[in-house]
Each structure stands twice: as C-alpha cells, then as structure tokens.
C-alpha cells in the first residue's frame, strides 16, 4: 500500500469555539500570534479583550482526529504548558461547532 492511499483514508475535522484567556499583566499582546503556533490550530480570530481583568478572547479554529471537545481540551494543555504568560484558559464546551 502506498503512502498516498494511507493518507486518503485519514478523516480530519474541523472545529470552532470560543476561549477566554487570562493572561499576566501587560504580556497579551501578541497572545494570538502564540495560539496560531499550536498544533491543530488553524484560525485564531481576536473576539475581544479586557485590560482591566488581563484577559482576551478568542474565537479557534481546530483540526483534527478527535472529538470536539478532546481537540479543545488537548489545546487549553499545549498553551498552558508552552506559555508562561497564560495563567488560565476558559472553554466554552456547549459551543464548539463542527465546521
């Protein structure tokens, strides 16, 4: 069996949902720029921020092999151990939408 033919088999999905980040003070500014690295991330669209409570929300794209809520839980893990600056991630797991 060829390379190609495995692959043609693999089902990915798309995921879309919605996150609150609280962040240090001061350090969120190029907190999307850091999301867009993780793996399975696609889109990472700012939705709105608050510098008074250190927190910013996204709206994330995923893709992957896992169920929605696995892909979003797998992400919040990856950020939280690859960037110091983020202290928590919120996951709105009733509105993650397959695409």
């Known amino acids: ?3 190609i033919q495995i ?5 990915f999905n798309t995921f879309e949902g919605m996150v609150r980040i609280l962040h240090e ?3 969120g500014d190029n ?4 999301l867009r690295a993780l793996p ?4 990472v669209t700012n939705a709105g921020s ?3 409570l250190g927190t910013m929300t996204f709206k994330i794209k995923l893709i992957t092999q896992k169920t929605g809520e696995e892909a979003f839980e797998a992400f919040k893990n990856n950020a939280m151990e690859k960037y110091s600056v983020i202290k928590n991630i919120e996951l ?8």
């Open 1 to 3: 069996m060829k390379l």
């Open 7 to 11: 692959i043609e088999q693999i089902n």
């Open 25 to 27: 003070e001061g350090k």
């Open 31 to 34: 907190l999307g720029e850091l």
């Open 40 to 43: 399975g991330v696609t889109t």
């Open 50 to 52: 608050s510098s008074d």
């Open 92 to 99: 709105d797991k009733q509105n993650i939408i397959e695409k």
